[in-house]
């Protein structure tokens, strides 16, 4: 069983790039979320054992607001990721 990876990333270019990366290497990607909300639907659909957050996405919630949210009803290790430099 491989382990399962949601990407949540606003930049879709930079997602896929980072998805196809992941399943060379043997990871599963769940989802690519664009936004909060479609963070938690995902979440709900198809639950992943890890969550790659950039901190800057689309919706109500930025990526820290996100991943407190999160915290409180689920225990997924969450990566805080940026392509800030």
């Not at 879709?12 to 599963?28: C, N, Y």
């Not at 664009?34 to 109500?60: R, Y």
Request: charged share 25%.
């Amino acid at each position: 069983m491989s382990i399962k990876v949601l990407i949540v990333e606003d930049k879709i270019l930079v997602a896929e790039e980072l998805s196809a990366d992941l399943e060379d290497d043997g990871f599963t990607v769940t989802d690519i979320a664009i936004s909060s909300e479609e963070c938690f639907t995902s979440i709900k659909e198809n639950t992943p054992h890890v969550i790659l957050m950039d901190i800057n996405i689309k919706g109500d919630n930025d990526g820290i607001e996100t991943s407190a949210i999160i915290n409180k009803t689920h225990h997924i290790p969450i990566i805080y990721l940026t392509a800030n430099t």
